[in-house]
């Protein structure tokens, strides 16, 4: 069977070439989940940090201070804008917290049920995530916003560890703790609810053998 790899280009990541002999290694993934941990957790100079800084904005009671009887509606309209803005930029700085910490959270869960399962398949921290031709459409639109990616064949080598699963199991939102650790039982066990968001997981040495501009060329 044949095996792609959607690689984006971001001058972070050497970008592989056909003939390059590769080993999987820390993936950019969980390394992004890290790194974006450590960008929200420092605020900057003179600001505080998210949790205080919510906790302040929530407090003030700003309805309470408007003049609900005033004729003057410029004075209104940009009194209730600037809390506006602070509202929406809070808004904007929970969610990216939220979100990151979640993403944290699930590869945490993920990877503690893996040992637990089979410790012998590949771990999400450090796999090349793969996919067949079949499913080659559905991942590369999946990744619309990165501008510059190819798409890589490879010869996997026999001594790598391999799984295939639904990534159908990886949504996030805020589930509990056992609803995370059930769908990362399904997801190590194999069970397949998609037939769309098949994703293939490898971890071992493999050889760049192609390289695609689209998926169209293949």
């Known amino acids: 069977m044949n095996y792609f790899h959607i690689q984006r280009i971001n001058g972070i990541r050497k970008e592989w070439k056909k003939g390059d002999f590769v080993e999987t290694n820390d993936n950019n993934?969980?390394?992004?989940?890290l790194e974006g941990i450590e960008r929200i957790s420092k605020p900057r100079p003179n600001e505080k940090r998210i949790i205080q800084n919510s906790r302040e904005i929530l407090s003030n009671k700003w309805m309470d201070s408007i003049d609900y009887q005033?004729?003057?509606?410029e004075e209104l309209f940009y009194k209730?804008?600037?809390?506006?803005i602070d509202y929406e930029g809070l808004a904007n700085k929970?969610?990216?917290s939220h979100l990151q910490y979640l993403k944290w959270i699930r590869e945490e869960i993920f990877e503690n049920s893996r040992l637990n399962?089979?410790?012998n398949?590949?771990?999400?921290?450090r796999c090349l995530w793969l996919c067949d031709k079949n499913g080659l459409e559905n991942w590369w639109n999946t990744f619309t916003s990165s501008k510059n990616k190819k798409i890589i064949?490879?010869?996997l080598d026999n001594s790598g560890k391999f799984h295939i699963a639904d990534a159908e199991f990886l949504n996030l939102d805020t589930y509990s703790i056992s609803e995370f650790k059930d769908a990362s039982e399904k997801y190590w066990k194999g069970e397949m609810n998609s037939k769309l968001d098949i994703e293939i997981l490898y971890e071992g040495k493999f050889k760049v053998i192609n390289e695609y501009k689209n998926?169209?060329?293949i």
């Open 94 to 96: 929970l969610f990216e």
């Open 153 to 155: 064949e490879v010869e």
């Open 70 to 73: 005033s004729k003057d509606y």
């Open 121 to 125: 398949l590949p771990s999400r921290k």
């Open 215 to 217: 998926f169209e060329n």
């Open 117 to 119: 399962i089979n410790p």
């Open 29 to 33: 993934f969980f390394r992004g989940i």
């Open 80 to 84: 209730t804008q600037d809390f506006c």
